[in-house]
């Protein structure tokens, strides 16, 4: 579980954005994909946090950060904010780790702030033309969002987790207490349906040729079980990221983290290790 002694807040361009900072050595950025928030790294840390700081983020929109609907939540927009954080922290580069659309932010931000950027990891991410899915897709008809904003409840939304996860005793009442938080109020639904209206996987389209010429260490890790994003997606990376690395987890699915969270972080820091042995640190 974060620890309420790790939370802090800053204000991007007046908008309160929540995150957790622990841990000490090379910094790595989780950025969390739609339908979750911080709390979806939790299982990770005890693995990670006493060899790199870790900096955890709530995206605008979602967990505790701000809810406010006056900006877009465009994955471009996102990582605007996120490269603002960064400078904001006083980091000069970090490791980027996302997950679904959060690996979507990531990529931004690896191609067009490259000089915030150590190395990419993709977990379960979106990546060209090959999203949105549904049933976000749904959420860009007015109707629709209209009546997913009135009938959301916490049976329909169990049951988005539950595809989402591949070891089913995992799927307790803590976890979709996790997820459910934001949903609580009307705002967090709001924010939540307007997050879903805003992907346009042009975002990603028009970095295709700056990603597939990336110069940076690239990670991608897929859950082998994910109903929700095809293994068309990262084999599609792979190929095209020349120097990239695949690894396939096969009991997990979208939801990695809690399937297979130990496995997640070793393949991390192995990669990361790998890099500083490389350049000698």
């Avoid at 950025?31 to 605008?60: A, Q």
């Avoid at 990336?214 to 020349?242: C, F, M, N, Q, T």
């Amino acid at each position: 579980m974060l620890k309420k002694k790790d939370r802090h807040s800053i204000l991007i361009d007046n908008h309160e954005l929540v995150y957790y900072r622990l841990g000490t050595g090379e910094p790595l950025l989780f950025i969390h994909g739609i339908t979750t928030y911080s709390f979806i790294w939790r299982n990770l840390t005890p693995y990670l946090e006493h060899h790199y700081e870790l900096i955890i983020v709530d995206l605008l929109g979602c967990g505790d950060s701000d809810k406010s609907i006056d900006m877009e939540f465009s994955l471009k927009n996102h990582a605007k904010v996120l490269s603002e954080f960064i400078h904001r922290l006083h980091l000069e580069s970090v490791h980027l780790v996302g997950h679904d659309v959060g690996g979507g932010i990531a990529q931004i931000l690896a191609t067009s702030y490259a000089s915030q950027a150590l190395s990419l990891t993709v977990i379960n991410t979106v990546a060209y033309d090959f999203w949105p899915v549904q049933p976000i897709i749904s959420m860009r008809t007015p109707i629709i969002r209209q009546l997913a904003m009135a009938t959301l409840d916490l049976g329909a939304f169990r049951f988005i987790v539950k595809r989402g996860i591949h070891q089913k005793d995992r799927l307790t009442k803590e976890l979709m207490d996790y997820f459910w938080y934001p949903m609580r109020t009307s705002g967090g639904r709001k924010a939540f349906l307007y997050f879903a209206h805003c992907l346009n996987n042009m975002d990603l389209l028009e970095i295709g040729d700056r990603l597939e010429n990336l110069k940076i260490p690239v990670l991608i890790i897929r859950g082998d079980k994910d109903v929700y994003l095809s293994k068309a997606i990262v084999e599609k990376l792979h190929h095209h990221i020349k120097h990239s690395q695949l690894k396939i987890i096969p009991n997990a699915g979208h939801f990695i983290q809690e399937d297979e969270p130990g496995l997640i972080a070793e393949y991390l820091n192995s990669f990361i290790q790998n890099i500083n042995e490389q350049v000698g640190r």
